[in-house]
């Protein structure tokens, strides 16, 4: 089972950390010196079709994984082994992700034009970044830490 949830979680990952890193380096250039914040919506359009499921299998597989590390919910919030603060670490990461996300899909995304697009810009590369952050805290996590 383990393991199973560790290629599910990796499958999320890709989605999730690609398709940003694909916006961010490729997409986001275009329409910020086009200035044409149509080019954002017709990649988010698509992106959000398997981009959202991949970030709930995500959250979904995490939880399980950090129960592996970390069987007591309960030391993820005051941990005492390196794991143990990855976890937590993740769950912040987690919760910057979906603040950035809610903020850019209910204020930003609905009335979004040039004016608005270099805002919308600095959302994609920090949710970007953050999902890099995700990446390497999980293999901090499998592996004892960062060094």
């Given at each position: 089972?383990?393991?199973?949830?560790?290629v599910?979680?990796?499958?999320?990952?890709?989605i999730?950390v690609?398709?940003?890193?694909v916006l961010?380096?490729?997409v986001?250039?275009?329409?910020?010196?086009?200035r044409?914040?149509?080019?954002?919506?017709?990649?988010?359009?698509g992106?959000?079709?398997i981009?959202?499921p991949?970030?709930?299998?995500?959250?979904?597989?995490?939880?399980?994984?950090?129960?592996?590390?970390a069987p007591?919910?309960?030391?993820?919030?005051?941990?005492?082994?390196?794991?143990?603060?990855f976890i937590?670490?993740?769950?912040?990461?987690?919760t910057?992700?979906?603040?950035?996300?809610?903020h850019?899909?209910l204020?930003?995304?609905?009335?979004?034009?040039?004016?608005?697009?270099?805002?919308?810009?600095?959302?994609?590369v920090?949710?970007?970044?953050?999902?890099l952050?995700?990446l390497?805290?999980?293999?901090?996590?499998?592996?004892?830490g960062?060094?």
């Amino acid at each position: 089972m383990y393991r199973l949830l560790v290629v599910l979680h990796l499958i999320g990952a890709t989605i999730w950390v690609g398709g940003h890193l694909v916006l961010s380096l490729a997409v986001l250039p275009r329409a910020l010196r086009a200035r044409e914040p149509s080019i954002i919506r017709e990649f988010e359009m698509g992106f959000e079709r398997i981009g959202i499921p991949a970030l709930l299998a995500q959250v979904v597989t995490g939880v399980l994984l950090a129960r592996y590390w970390a069987p007591a919910i309960r030391t993820w919030f005051s941990p005492s082994s390196p794991q143990e603060w990855f976890i937590l670490g993740k769950l912040g990461l987690l919760t910057c992700t979906v603040a950035l996300a809610a903020h850019a899909r209910l204020r930003l995304i609905p009335d979004l034009d040039a004016a608005k697009l270099r805002l919308l810009a600095y959302h994609i590369v920090a949710v970007t970044l953050l999902g890099l952050l995700f990446l390497v805290f999980g293999v901090a996590i499998r592996t004892g830490g960062l060094l």
